[in-house]
């Protein structure tokens, strides 16, 4: 009879061989659908998923603890917390800065948090969920971040925080939001979704976006820099706001000991909180009104795979940006072509179009979904107009506006974005000029 290794081994090995055979990708062909993302793994990841399952662990365990380490040391932050969505990890950013452990810093309800209509609601929506008041600039084209002109006014006495995404991987301007934040005393939250890898350079120094502000959050659906399936994560460098992301995550819980290991910290029954008896056991003891939002270890596994692999995908994305920028530059009277937030160095999620007056987007995109060519909005355009918003846009409160949101608007109108994943080859991104160059004359 064969050992628990020896039979472990055998189906890795097996694992492996069906991958090989079975998951390989098919060569494109001219003529094939052109997805925006799509994910890039190779056996590395299925295999780890395996042994992962075989541990029949399921939830967060060694292959979680060691993402965290691992992605931690990738962003040079102090502390990692995996998490099932991106979303997730924008609803424990937000939601760690209303603690009470952060006394007078504490965000409340009605308080103010500067941010963008022209995003993903996953970053506007913590706000509204718990009470606070966003605040909505507008963006600039062709960048398609925060106008850094209108911080000043948008500041009330009642602004705590600002809340921002780097669009489709290209950093907004840190150094004047950065500034803007510490010279009134905000948080800033960067949610990096869309933009792992992403380089902005600081006083001179080269930093990673994410690692910039207090908090930053990153997700791993698949289409993102980086894919586990679902899952995400928030990073920060200051060990309190790391107790508070974890109390959150981990349905509220006061105490910090790892799950499955009890008594860790060896101070279980010694305590008193809040009004319950002393010695009150501290794993049922809840500082916060918190959630589960862990993440699985098979999701972690796969996860451990894709960090190997990363620093290529980034590079390959740099060289499909690149290439269709330089491919589409004879498109400039139809398209206004994405620009590069200046001292950074994007890992670009997408590929930016606006079109010029006199060129019908509507007409384009169907033009270009027609020759197979998968695209996408710029998420909600201007997120304000969307239904979620009907009941606040009628009683006129629970938000405010900075301005006409011009551009917002137009982007709503006007934009759209192709892919730059890296499992694109030159062939496809040859393919995609050649149809965006043809259709505004269709």
């Not at 928030?234 to 006061?254: A, E, M, Q």
């Given at each position: 009879m064969k050992t628990q290794d020896e039979l472990k081994t055998?189906?890795?090995?097996?694992?492996?061989?069906?991958?090989?055979?079975?998951?390989?990708?098919?060569?494109?062909?001219?003529?094939?659908?052109?997805?925006?993302?799509?994910?890039?793994?190779?056996?590395?990841?299925?295999?780890?998923?395996?042994?992962?399952?075989?541990?029949?662990?399921?939830?967060?365990?060694?292959?979680?603890?060691?993402?965290?380490?691992?992605?931690?040391?990738?962003?040079?932050?102090?502390?990692?917390?995996?998490?099932?969505?991106?979303?997730?990890?924008?609803?424990?950013?937000?939601?760690?800065?209303?603690?009470?452990?952060?006394?007078?810093?504490?965000?409340?309800?009605?308080?103010?948090?500067?941010?963008?209509?022209?995003?993903?609601?996953?970053?506007?929506?913590?706000?509204?969920?718990?009470?606070?008041?966003?605040?909505?600039?507008?963006v600039t084209i062709p960048q398609y971040n925060v106008d850094v002109s209108q911080l000043e006014e948008a500041l009330s006495d009642r602004t705590r925080a600002v809340m921002l995404a780097h669009t489709l991987g290209n950093p907004f301007d840190i150094k004047a939001v950065k500034s803007f934040c510490e010279k009134h005393g905000l948080w800033l939250i960067e949610d990096n979704c869309d933009a792992l890898g992403s380089?902005?350079?600081?006083?001179?120094?080269?930093?990673?976006?994410?690692?910039?502000?207090?908090?930053?959050?990153?997700s791993f659906y698949p289409p993102h820099h980086m894919t586990m399936g679902e899952g995400g994560a928030v990073y920060t460098n200051d060990p309190l706001l790391h107790k508070i992301i974890r109390s959150f995550r981990d349905w509220g819980r006061d105490c910090v000991c790892p799950s499955g290991r009890d008594n860790f910290c060896g101070h279980r029954y010694d305590g008193q909180y809040g009004e319950l008896p002393t010695g009150y056991d501290h794993k049922y003891v809840y500082s916060h009104f918190g959630y589960n939002l862990k993440a699985t270890d098979l999701q972690a596994a796969i996860g451990c795979a894709q960090l190997t692999k990363f620093p290529s995908f980034i590079e390959k994305r740099r060289h499909n940006f690149d290439r269709l920028s330089h491919l589409l530059s004879k498109a400039e009277e139809s398209y206004i072509l994405p620009a590069p937030c200046e001292n950074s160095r994007p890992s670009?999620?997408?590929?930016?179009?606006?079109?010029?007056?006199?060129?019908?987007?509507?007409?384009?995109?169907r033009y270009v979904e027609e020759n197979k060519i998968q695209t996408r909005m710029l998420f909600a355009g201007n997120l304000i107009k969307h239904p979620c918003f009907d009941e606040l846009r009628k009683s006129g409160e629970g938000y405010r506006v900075i301005g006409n949101l011009e551009n917002t608007e137009r982007i709503m109108r006007d934009t759209f974005w192709i892919g730059v994943y890296p499992g694109m080859t030159d062939e496809m991104l040859c393919t995609m000029a050649e149809v965006l160059l043809e259709a505004p004359n269709v």
């Amino acid at each position: 009879m064969k050992t628990q290794d020896e039979l472990k081994t055998q189906i890795l090995e097996l694992v492996k061989e069906y991958c090989d055979i079975y998951h390989q990708k098919k060569e494109y062909q001219k003529g094939d659908r052109i997805p925006y993302a799509s994910r890039v793994y190779d056996s590395a990841e299925m295999v780890n998923l395996v042994d992962s399952a075989l541990e029949f662990w399921l939830t967060a365990g060694r292959y979680a603890e060691e993402f965290d380490r691992r992605f931690a040391e990738y962003l040079g932050v102090r502390y990692c917390s995996l998490v099932n969505s991106g979303s997730s990890a924008n609803l424990l950013a937000f939601m760690a800065l209303t603690s009470p452990l952060l006394k007078e810093r504490q965000i409340k309800r009605g308080d103010e948090i500067i941010t963008v209509a022209a995003g993903f609601p996953t970053t506007v929506a913590p706000l509204i969920q718990y009470g606070a008041v966003p605040v909505f600039l507008d963006v600039t084209i062709p960048q398609y971040n925060v106008d850094v002109s209108q911080l000043e006014e948008a500041l009330s006495d009642r602004t705590r925080a600002v809340m921002l995404a780097h669009t489709l991987g290209n950093p907004f301007d840190i150094k004047a939001v950065k500034s803007f934040c510490e010279k009134h005393g905000l948080w800033l939250i960067e949610d990096n979704c869309d933009a792992l890898g992403s380089i902005y350079t600081l006083d001179g120094e080269d930093r990673l976006t994410g690692t910039i502000g207090d908090i930053g959050t990153s997700s791993f659906y698949p289409p993102h820099h980086m894919t586990m399936g679902e899952g995400g994560a928030v990073y920060t460098n200051d060990p309190l706001l790391h107790k508070i992301i974890r109390s959150f995550r981990d349905w509220g819980r006061d105490c910090v000991c790892p799950s499955g290991r009890d008594n860790f910290c060896g101070h279980r029954y010694d305590g008193q909180y809040g009004e319950l008896p002393t010695g009150y056991d501290h794993k049922y003891v809840y500082s916060h009104f918190g959630y589960n939002l862990k993440a699985t270890d098979l999701q972690a596994a796969i996860g451990c795979a894709q960090l190997t692999k990363f620093p290529s995908f980034i590079e390959k994305r740099r060289h499909n940006f690149d290439r269709l920028s330089h491919l589409l530059s004879k498109a400039e009277e139809s398209y206004i072509l994405p620009a590069p937030c200046e001292n950074s160095r994007p890992s670009w999620f997408g590929f930016l179009l606006t079109c010029r007056e006199g060129v019908d987007r509507n007409q384009v995109v169907r033009y270009v979904e027609e020759n197979k060519i998968q695209t996408r909005m710029l998420f909600a355009g201007n997120l304000i107009k969307h239904p979620c918003f009907d009941e606040l846009r009628k009683s006129g409160e629970g938000y405010r506006v900075i301005g006409n949101l011009e551009n917002t608007e137009r982007i709503m109108r006007d934009t759209f974005w192709i892919g730059v994943y890296p499992g694109m080859t030159d062939e496809m991104l040859c393919t995609m000029a050649e149809v965006l160059l043809e259709a505004p004359n269709v």
